[in-house]
């Protein structure tokens, strides 16, 4: 079992810049994929960056060049570094986990989630 908390939210102009955090407890979290989704409203939830045990990482195109996924295997911390910030970047940020790889895009089943943390990006 794995829990999963959220930080680092906010609100931020465009071309700013916000690090999440994904604090992660529960044992063995390295056997899992470990990813950030995230969901506007009235939209679907979309995948936006993951990463496997192997440190082998896959983003959204929307994201590529500007977010990066990382994880701190001592602090247990999965991050997401989110540069140049857009207004479509306006979401409910969630870290979720599944175990095994990731595989391609993001179409496990992922079954640990956090409770989100809110990005709102300005013109």
């Known amino acids: 079992q794995l829990q999963l908390v959220e930080s680092g939210g906010g609100s931020v102009q465009a071309g700013e810049s916000l690090r999440l955090s994904c604090e992660v407890s529960g044992y063995p979290y390295r056997l899992y994929c470990m990813a950030w989704f995230r969901q506007a409203p009235g939209k679907e939830r979309e995948g936006v960056a993951a990463?496997?045990?192997?440190?082998?990482?896959t983003y959204a195109d929307s994201v590529k060049g500007r977010f990066t996924i990382s994880l701190d295997n001592a602090k247990k911390i999965l991050y997401l570094q989110m540069n140049s910030l857009k207004p479509e970047d306006t979401a409910m940020y969630y870290c979720?986990?599944?175990?095994?790889?990731?595989?391609?895009?993001?179409?496990?089943?992922?079954?640990?989630w956090g409770q989100g943390t809110q990005v709102t990006v300005s013109s």
């Open positions: 979720a986990a599944v175990s095994g790889y990731c595989g391609t895009g993001f179409l496990r089943q992922y079954n640990f």
């Open positions: 990463v496997d045990r192997n440190d082998g990482s």
